[in-house]
């Protein structure tokens, strides 16, 4: 994202993960929770956010489907009749979100949070399967979600669809995101906003630009 630099990213990303973690504590009375992170000796960037209880362990894997299917069989293996995975860069998402994706494991093999740009931003699974993360392009492209449906019925797997959301990729996703939850009281990603806030208040040429 050419809009900041490698260190306001960074921080950026810290902010992502604070509201995740904010809107995942309501979770931890209903499931156990993981956090899964890269690169391996990065850990203690992120050792002070770490909510009680909450276990964690580092990425592996290639490629990001190689590292999603590492985590979501990381945890299967501890015994789990129910896995679902999140990234941290829809800061918006909500607890309900996350609780309409286990409820729907109930009828469904396969859950998707859409995004925006055509991939996804959750996946939740009742088995680990690695064939549906063993795409035929790369990672972030426009039909991403599309191609692991189709994957998901070639493998005679159902599939469910959670809300939708726009991800934070690039300086268009920024500053959409700001003009969507600029002064929405409702809007969970409180750091990400204060962030943004003294990002922009930083710069005046960082000004969202206006509406088409």
Known sequence: MDTLSGTECAELHMAFLEDLLTTLQHLQKECDLFLTYTPEDSFFIIEDLILNDMKFF??????????????????????????????????????????EAF??????????????????????????????????????????LNSTIDLCNELNL?????????????????????????????????????????WRRKDHSRTIPPRN
Do not use: C
């Open 58 to 99: 580092p990425q592996q894997g290639r490629d990001l489907g190689d590292k999603m299917h590492e985590a979501i069989e990381t945890v299967f293996s501890k015994g789990y009749e129910k896995v679902v995975l999140i990234g941290v860069d829809t800061p918006n998402s909500r607890l309900g979100d996350i609780q």
């Open 103 to 144: 409820a729907l494991l109930d009828k469904k093999d396969v859950v998707l949070g859409p995004t925006v740009d055509g991939g996804y931003y959750l996946v939740g699974m009742k088995n680990s399967v690695h064939s549906i993360f063993q795409l035929n392009e790369q990672w972030g492209g426009k039909s991403v």
């Open 158 to 198: 159902s599939v469910g669809l959670i809300v939708k959301y726009r991800d934070i990729d690039t300086k268009e996703d920024l500053f959409a995101f700001l003009k969507q939850y600029e002064g929405d009281p409702e809007n969970p990603a409180y750091h990400t906003m204060t962030y943004l806030r003294e």
